[in-house]
């Protein structure tokens, strides 16, 4: 068989086209891994959004029969509303939980989606540069990207809500035509009354317990931290919660505003602090520049036990970064001393947007 003229195929002369912690990838292994990675991401969605459907399935079939049981019997069984009604929130809450751990694997799913896979699709090839690091985050330290209360709210507003509704209107009906028609309100109210609680304080249990849900969805309208679903930006629902919060053109409102969703929102990415004391600073600074792309802040201290002065590194870090950080510093001196504490928040390029 005769050969073929050209550049030779060879394994070593493919250039890796990933490079991470001193592992070189060729693009063959590198999209081999990341397909079956996310092949089982979807996997793991999949799965958590069939048991979404389950809760929802209880709950649905739950308000059916308390409906049918209450409305085809004359007596009172107006207590079969109201515990169906108690026993749907715990469907809720059970739904909101599932939905959290479905966010996680959807979330995981996305970052592929987006910065890896829709990269390859627009020439030249080049993903986000913290893509890799969110997500290796999420795989170290699992953490879920939604809070419960946007879980809470965002299942209530699709699915929740209108088995409430009929609820409701199924207890009024009940309420109103048996055992006859009410002749009046008063006597409409009257036949609302479950044992030794009057009438009076079953409705206005019922309006304010409903009244809070109806609250919770529409105060967490304005969340959109979820990645599972196709999310509107502007939908009727948001732009009620943006009218209610201040559009954010007025001082005064805007910062309410901030300080509720901030208690609303979850921190994506957790940053640390790193202090390396060392007597080869020029060096590891160098090397923070270069391999890590992070900014460092030369601080000049005493020795409390030795007298001499110490030149001390202040670097803002993420958590993937701080094995990288230690063998960096080790190769450069292995006499050094690293500090690395939790912090709160760090904004500026590189981290949080200094705006929010």
Known sequence: MAETKGTPHTDAAVEPVWSYRGYNL???EFTTAMVHFYRAEIQRSNTWRNRLDNTTNWAVVAAG???????????????VIVLDTLLVTLFLWIEARRYR???LWSYRARLMETDLFAAMLVPPFKPNPE?????ASSLLQPEFPITMWEA????FRRNYFWIFLVLGLAWALKSFIHPAPAASWAEFIARS???SIPGEIMVGLGLLYNGVLCVIGLLTAGLHDATGEVLPKFGAVARFADLLWGNGSEEKTAQPKARFFSRLRPRRRQQALALVITTQPEAIKEKILQQMRRGATVLHGQGGYSGQMRVVLLVAIT???IAQLKTLVREQDSGAFVIVTPAQNVFGRGFQPLNE
Request: aromatic residues 14%; without cysteine.
């Open 26 to 28: 060729r693009p063959s």
């Open 65 to 79: 029969a308390a409906i049918s049981f209450a409305l085809s019997s004359p007596q009172n069984h107006y207590g």
């Open 101 to 103: 751990y479905y966010e």
């Open 131 to 135: 893509w890799a690091e969110s997500l």
């Open 152 to 155: 809470l709210g965002r299942r």
């Open 193 to 195: 009354a479950i044992g």
């Open 319 to 321: 958590v993937t970064e």
